[in-house]
Nanobody
Framework: QVQLVESGGGLVEAGGSLRLSCAASGRIFSMYSMGWFRQAPGKEREFVAA????????FYADSVKGRFTISRDNAKNTVYLQMNSLKPEDTAVYYC????????????????WGQGTQVTVSS
């Protein structure tokens, strides 16, 4: 079991940056692969980025490649999403999620979810 709490969302102008954090409780954070997903009003939740248990492998949605970076600090039980060159279409609620499976982009494989943090990008 793991509990996740996102933070770092807010309002930013297009071209700006935000760094999201996801703090996890529990003593076995390193046993979970982690992902970030986002959901805009009226749209399906979509994959954004994922990172393996050790942090050695990362995956990104095509829409964010080159702009977003996922990382983790297992000593701090925290996963991050650095978002640069933000666009209005990045506006969404961003969710942190944990999976007991090997690193995956599949939303169905994630067992635990945070409550989300709002990211709004103005033009």
């Amino acid at each position: 079991q793991v509990q996740l709490v996102e933070s770092g969302g807010g309002l930013v102008e297009a071209g700006g940056s935000l760094r999201l954090s996801c703090a996890a409780s529990g003593r076995i954070f390193s046993m979970y692969s982690m992902g970030w997903f986002r959901q805009a009003p009226g749209k399906e939740r979509e994959f954004v980025a994922a990172i393996s248990r050790s942090g050695g492998s990362t995956f990104y949605a095509d829409s964010v490649k080159g702009r977003f970076t996922i990382s983790r600090d297992n000593a701090k039980n925290t996963v991050y999403l650095q978002m640069n060159s933000l666009k209005p279409e990045d506006t969404a609620v961003y969710y942190c999620a944990a999976s007991q499976m090997v690193v995956t982009t599949d939303v169905q494989k994630y067992n635990y979810w945070g409550q989300g943090t709002q990211v709004t990008v103005s033009s």
